[in-house]
């Protein structure tokens, strides 16, 4: 192998220390989340390194003509595998002891899917990475070391195709650019797919890759370098090397402390650390930031041990949330940061450092691939009870399904473009009555179905148009990435002014739209006009806000005078005391009990959520009351005046979080929903009247599926 090549690969421990910056930031955005700075970055930065490694390795191996594809992936296992299935194993383990039977059935989902190195398109699917509910998945990390493995997967195969063309400089330029253009399209209009898939992500590593091959390349460059390539050299001057460590350092450390999880990732603003890893590590190892720092004791120790540290640090927190109910806090934190600390070393020294660099080799590697599936296997069980876990018992089945008692119905039908989604309990007459709203009137819909059910004859049909996170106002879109809110409302009084539709409910969790949650820290305002650019949130005194209520009031004041009956569902009680939470006192004993007479909640006093809601509820009933519409409160059926039970009379939960009712309790409680449902014996269906044009994509519903 040529010496440039030997010098391009020679081990750079401020590499290490890089990747102990990468690590560290991780642990203290998961460790300490009030801090709500943008840690998770570290991940941007692992990213670079892989790339840059990887393609180093492949390039300069193939220029030697030495590079075994089939040897590169045994390389791969060794290093990867042995401490993943330790990892997976442990979390089995715990999992089994610890959790409710629906929580073992989701880890044992996820444990099938990680094995199998596909942990970012399992979890792309169950929601998103920064999603209140992501904190109890203990494996939700490992996404990101499904998108390393299936990078290592195809990248090799991709430098073998441009190395033999000489086109890998601009191959991978091209592949960069398709990918980040991706990356920022997708960042909005797919956020879930954009964070976790390996398209969105492959620039980020590219760029790493790309450095690589330019260095390799500027090893075999001639005595005599070209324009660009006298430009390009300038890394390697010490000036230069100076201004890029500087400006690197910088940049990292400006992502970890500016940014919160409201950025969008990984879009143009994953840029930053992007460049800044990239510039670090052209900088080369005589940099003054490379020299000083990066390649200090500490950070290289703390590098070394990275990949180990990453691996064990989220499940220790995520196993905390799920006993505790909550994060934990900064004492307890720190605690679990020190154990993550000492599980890392124990897992380097005695579990990656012998079977990567041990005497035995590749002959490790048929047994590692058989643990991946042997523990996929016992992800299969653990998803299919085949095998229950340690908290069984028709006690603990009782509270799980109470705490997870979610339905609606399995015909649903949904826009791919807006996800407006339509579903139909149908009676025994043509007459209807339509919901529309977000997901807090989609939780009425158990209870929907008992009245028809019970009353075939005298109840309507009713008609769901509902879009979670997204109010049921005009001209107004919810600021989470991918939402596409402004359709909702147009559509939903298309289909008011059908013929046969004699009712009309308007109802969501309103609140949350312009005052943020009840008792949730750090929560506000979170919709804006969709006319504007800049996407101010629109406090509820906002002219924005002001205009969406007025053309509000216009509709509904439109609907009763065409002889239909209007109701605006004013929202329920919420509050974090209606958490389900499993005492961890039962969690953590050896024995487990066959009846838990003491679960049970607290009563919820709702005379500060009153207050608290009071801005926007008032507009509501002063609309109502001026348009002819009915406000309806579901308090005076879910409550005893002020006071509001968390559980109901077996102790068991009623909410599934701290906002939305079970489907019992649902099902149960809500008989205001009765009234909206049942139709006078001596009513007419009300005549089609004018209404505003189709939304695009939904006439006649040929788009729905």
């Known amino acids: 192998m040529p010496n440039g090549d030997l010098k391009v690969l020679a081990y750079r421990p401020d590499i290490d220390g890089l990747r102990g910056i990468a690590v560290s930031l991780v642990l203290l955005y998961h460790a300490f989340p009030d801090i709500r700075s943008g840690g998770f ?28 594809l089939l040897e590169f992936y045994r390389r791969r296992v060794r290093r990867i ?8 194993a442990a979390c089995s383990i715990v999992g089994w002891f610890l959790l409710l039977p629906n929580e073992l059935r989701w880890l044992g989902r996820s444990i099938t899917w990680c094995a199998l190195f596909l942990a970012n398109i399992f979890f792309s699917r ?44 601009r191959v991978l330029a091209a592949l960069i650019s398709a990918s980040l253009a991706l990356s920022i399209w997708g960042t909005w209009y797919a956020p879930t797919a954009a964070f976790y898939y390996p398209v969105t992500r492959a620039w980020e590593l590219g760029m790493g890759g790309m450095l690589a091959a330019w260095q390799l390349r500027m090893a075999h460059a001639p005595a005599a370098p070209s324009p660009s390539s006298r430009l390009l050299g300038l890394m390697g001057n010490s000036a230069a090397g100076v201004a890029s460590s500087l400006a690197g350092l910088g940049l990292i450390v400006a992502g970890g402390i500016c ?3 409201e950025q969008a990732i990984p879009g143009i603003w ?29 950070l290289i120790f703390l590098g070394r041990i990275s990949y180990s540290l990453y691996l064990w640090h989220w499940p220790l927190f995520s196993f905390a949330r799920i006993v505790l109910g909550r994060a934990p806090q900064p004492a307890l934190a720190a605690a679990l940061v020190v154990v993550a600390f000492v599980a890392a070393c124990a897992s380097y020294r005695w579990i990656e450092v012998p079977i990567r660099f041990g005497t035995l080799g590749r002959k490790w590697v048929p047994g590692l691939l058989a643990g991946l599936a042997g523990l996929a296997l016992v992800g299969i069980v653990a998803n299919e009870r085949w095998i229950g876990g340690r908290l069984r018992g028709p006690a603990v089945t009782a509270w799980s399904a109470a705490a997870n008692d979610w339905r609606v119905a399995s015909d649903t039908k949904v826009d791919k473009r807006t996800g407006i989604i339509l579903t139909t309990v149908r009676a025994q007459n043509s007459a209807k009555t339509l919901f529309v709203g977000d997901s807090h009137m989609q939780q009425y819909w158990p209870r929907v179905e008992q009245a028809i059910e019970l009353h075939p004859d005298r109840a309507r049909t009713a008609e769901f148009v509902t879009q979670p996170g997204c109010p049921p106002l005009p001209g107004i879109n919810g600021i989470g990435r991918g939402r596409n ?13 059908q013929p046969g539709v004699e009712a009309v409910v308007f109802g969501a969790f309103w609140e949350d739209y312009f005052l943020g949650e009840y008792s949730v820290p750090g929560s506000g305002a979170r919709v804006y006009n969709v006319s504007d650019s800049k996407r101010q949130m629109l406090e509820v005194d906002s002219p924005g806000a002001r205009l969406a209520f007025d053309q509000f009031a216009l509709e509904i004041s439109r609907l009763v005078a065409s002889g239909r009956r209007v109701y605006i569902l004013l929202s329920n009680p919420t509050s974090p005391q209606f958490d389900p939470l499993f005492p961890a006192a039962i969690r953590l004993s050896w024995h487990v009990q066959q009846d838990l007479p003491f679960i049970g909640g607290p009563r919820v006093d709702a005379t500060s959520f009153e207050s608290f809601v009071a801005p926007v509820i008032d507009r509501l009933r002063a609309i109502a009351a001026q348009s002819g519409a009915t406000a309806v409160d579901p308090r005076d059926s879910l409550c005893e005046g002020m006071i509001c039970p968390s559980t109901n009379a077996d102790g068991l939960p009623r909410y599934l979080d701290s906002n939305h009712l079970g489907a019992t309790s649902a099902r149960e409680n809500a008989s205001f929903i009765d009234e909206m449902l049942q139709r006078p014996s001596n009513s007419q269906l009300p005549p089609a009247t004018s209404a505003p044009a189709p939304a695009p994509g939904f006439s006649n519903n040929r788009n729905m599926n």
């Open 270 to 298: 994953c840029t930053i650390p992007v460049a800044g890893a990239t510039l670090l590590i052209g900088a080369g190892t005589q940099a003054p930031v490379n020299r000083l720092l990066l390649s200090s004791r500490p």
């Open 126 to 169: 169950t929601g998103g990475y920064f999603d209140r509910a992501a904190e109890l998945n203990p494996l939700l990390h490992l996404w990101s070391l499904g998108v390393e493995e299936q990078f290592y997967l195809a990248w090799p195969v991709l430098l073998m195709f441009t190395e033999k063309y000489g086109v890998t400089l």
């Open 259 to 261: 940014w919160s999880d």
């Open 81 to 88: 595998v042995p401490a993943l299935l330790a990892l997976i």
């Open 485 to 497: 809110c402004s359709g909702l409302f147009q559509f939903a009084i298309q289909q008011a002014f």
């Open 41 to 68: 970055i570290g991940v941007d930065v692992f990213f670079v390194i892989s790339g840059y490694l990887i393609s180093g390795i492949v390039l300069a191996g193939l220029r030697a003509k030495k590079f075994r």
